[in-house]
């Protein structure tokens, strides 16, 4: 398996006539709780008009589950920041800090089975960030 991918599929093989399962990779944690819990904030404000209050979709696109980042879309967190902090929120882009695209980002991957950890979502390395955006929410 290659590092750093996130896989919805268990490898199954048959050793010696025991199964044997290998769990998928865990899911990376790459921003802070309290960039979630602020980001819930700028998300009420400035994205749930067209998202939805539960990002279910509304205008705009959902941003939770299959429907939005399967695994076959091949999405990146670099790719969906990019789109966010370039183009969001739509008809005012470029519009909120720094800071608070990156707690957006933190809130909309919290939303998304991505757990909380103790390194900060920076800005820069967000758009560059090559870790795969697989929701783990079905
Ligand atoms: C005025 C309505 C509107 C607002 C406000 C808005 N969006 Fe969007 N958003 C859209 C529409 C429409 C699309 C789909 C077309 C596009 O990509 O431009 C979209 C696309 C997206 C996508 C890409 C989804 C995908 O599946 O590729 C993301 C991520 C996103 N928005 C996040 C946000 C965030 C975060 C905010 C708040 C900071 C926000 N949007 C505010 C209307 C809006």
Redesign the pocket.
């Known amino acids: 398996m290659k590092q750093g991918r996130i896989l919805a599929a268990v490898a199954v093989g048959v050793l010696g006539g025991s199964v044997v399962v290998a769990k998928a990779a865990s899911v990376p944690a790459i921003y802070t709780a309290a960039q979630a819990t602020a980001g819930a904030t700028?998300?009420s404000a400035?994205?749930a008009?067209?998202?939805g209050a539960n990002l279910e979709g509304a205008?705009?696109?959902t941003?939770v589950g299959q429907s939005?980042a399967a695994a076959a879309s091949n999405y990146t967190v670099g790719a969906?920041f990019g789109?966010?902090a370039q183009?969001?929120?739509?008809?005012n882009p470029g519009s909120?800090s720094h800071d608070q695209y990156a707690q957006?980002m933190a809130f909309?991957l919290s939303k998304n089975g991505y757990p909380a950890g103790a390194t900060a979502l920076d800005y820069n390395a967000a758009l560059g960030s090559s870790v795969p955006l697989v929701s783990q929410v079905k």
């Open positions: 700028v998300f400035n994205c008009m067209c998202h205008a705009g696109p941003l939005f969906i789109e966010i183009q969001m929120p739509a008809g909120l957006v909309i």
